[in-house]
């Protein structure tokens, strides 16, 4: 009983620091109510940056360390959506060709699975919106293939060559690399490079029953989970770095819960499901290989084509936060910049070339572009050069439109819908959140549906202690944006002035 007190006294205290934060800033100007929110102690000594922009008149509404760099965790997603807009444009797409030329290899035939780097090939979740699944996409590809006169003995290559090889990232932790944020980016992705694995239990103490999407019976898959009929479900899985030996651990109560781990080499992984499904119909090819980095293949005969627009791929990565599309982003301007296979080298130089060509060569000094999706620890940024891209992007009418709509809206999608409470905003809030461990960040705009004025804002949390919680810094992150709607509505003709 004490410790509910206590716990009621301490959530008290809290409601009560923030109601005298906001009775003593009446008056001030925005800036002076964000630095003064930003000194309560639940924050502890964790480091936060502040940039608040008006693009309508320019002026700087708000900056506390706006120029100091800050790891941006998903919030670099921001910069490789935006440089993609720019440098791809709008109507940009991805497409994966099956390619079949009956004459080569030998006169047997040669089949050619040819990737664009497209995260979006058989996602599960842009599938089952179309009411399909893995094995759809899969037969489809046998059917066009038999279509075209297919017989058995083919040669099957699989072309994954416009991204390199180089399928993690050297900063990312190793110790995650299992997890679907760290899913390996390649040339040819498929059911965005993740295993899902079904769990049905069984007897009480005995191994749950498996089943996998993509089915893939060949894999390397040790069950040493446990049926149980009481406690929490903690089924996990591991995977050995470099290879596709999963094992499957903890303990299977119900089968609700499927279990997703990340595949090592996807390109081969899904030249074995296409050939397997081949020899299903009794199509198997003779082998199945990748191709040579420098091989000349001949073009042969589209027989099925899948494409993605960008304006798909956006959402993915900023309403959800998919760290696999950023990666593929990033990969692919890179390939386009170069003529040479994408990589994280060549891709983050473009990055910076496009905000260097936008915001000015000062921009060069406040940046270091390590990944697309934010998951290294090595990108900085600073919360102004987020504020002025972000306005930057915006103010651009070839990619405004696309730009916008691919944040998630506050307290409805993605990231952001179960941030801020229902009905608590005046004006329409949109954003990019990110996360890693000691790092939380906001970025996006507040924008008054009425007259579509808006503002820009950046708030980046880096160094937060561990006796701080997330929860403390991200009421603070919406504390701050609550206040620049309080602003934007005091700015509207049918309201009152207010200062700041």
């Not at 293939?145 to 416009?162: H, K, N, S, T, Y």
């Not at 005969?301 to 993915?316: G, N, Y």
């Not at 890693?436 to 960040?441: H, I």
């Amino acid at each position: 009983m004490a410790r509910i007190a206590r716990t009621k006294l301490a959530v008290l205290t809290g409601t009560l620091l923030w109601a005298a934060f906001g009775a003593a800033a009446l008056g001030q100007s925005l800036d002076a109510r964000i630095r003064q929110l930003l000194t309560d102690p639940r924050l502890g000594d964790a480091r936060t940056g502040v940039m608040v922009l008006d693009p309508q008149t320019g002026a700087t509404l708000a900056a506390f360390n706006a120029d100091e760099q800050f790891i941006p965790a998903s919030n670099m997603k921001l910069l490789t959506s935006g440089a993609a807009l720019a440098f791809l444009g709008a109507d940009f797409t991805f497409r994966t060709e099956l390619l079949f030329d009956p004459a080569a290899g030998d006169g047997r035939g040669r089949i050619v699975l040819k990737g664009s780097g497209d995260p979006a090939l058989a996602d599960p979740k842009l599938l089952a919106a179309m009411k399909l699944q893995v094995d759809d996409l899969l037969l489809a590809w046998a059917d066009a293939l038999r279509g075209a006169g297919l017989a058995p003995g083919a040669e099957l290559v699989i072309d994954d060559r416009i991204f390199d090889r180089e399928f993690v990232h050297p900063t990312w932790p190793v110790q995650q690399l299992n997890r679907w944020y760290c899913a390996e980016v390649s040339g040819l992705n498929f059911h965005t490079n993740l295993l899902t694995v079904y769990t049905e239990p069984q007897d009480e103490g005995r191994p749950p029953v498996l089943r996998t999407q993509p089915d893939a019976p060949w894999l390397n898959l040790r069950n040493k989970a446990r049926s149980v009929k009481r406690g929490a479900q903690t089924a996990w899985a591991s995977r050995e770095q470099g290879a596709n030996a999963i094992t499957l651990y903890g303990d299977v109560r119900w089968a609700s819960d499927p279990v997703e781990v990340a595949l090592a080499d996807n390109p081969s992984f899904v030249g074995r499901l296409l050939s397997e499904r081949l020899a299903s119909l009794g199509l198997a090819p003779a082998s199945v290989r990748l191709a040579e980095p420098n091989e000349n293949l001949a073009a042969g005969r589209a027989v099925h084509v899948v494409t993605t627009d960008l304006e798909t791929i956006l959402k993915r990565c900023n309403s959800d936060s998919y760290n696999l599309y950023a990666e593929c982003l990033l990969k692919r301007m890179g390939s386009e910049m170069t003529g040479a296979p994408g990589s994280w080298s060549n891709g983050s130089a473009l990055v910076r070339m496009v905000l260097l060509e936008r915001l000015g060569a000062q921009a060069g000094q406040k940046i270091l572009v390590a990944d697309g999706s934010g998951m290294s620890r090595e990108n900085r940024v600073t919360p102004r050069l987020l504020a002025l891209w972000l306005e930057s992007v915006i103010e651009d009418p070839k990619i405004s439109d696309a730009f916008y709509t691919s944040l998630p809206v506050a307290a409805e999608e993605g990231t952001l819908r179960k941030r801020f409470g229902a009905g608590s905003l005046h004006n329409e809030v949109r954003a990019k959140t990110g996360y890693l461990t000691g790092v939380s960040a906001i970025s996006g705009y507040c924008t008054d549906p009425a007259t579509r004025r808006r503002v820009v804002f950046s708030i980046v949390t880096n160094d937060k202690p561990n006796k701080v919680s997330v929860r403390s810094v991200r009421d603070s992150e919406e504390r701050i944006i609550l206040m620049i709607d309080e602003w934007l509505s005091s700015q509207s003709p049918r309201a009152p002035a207010e200062g700041g």
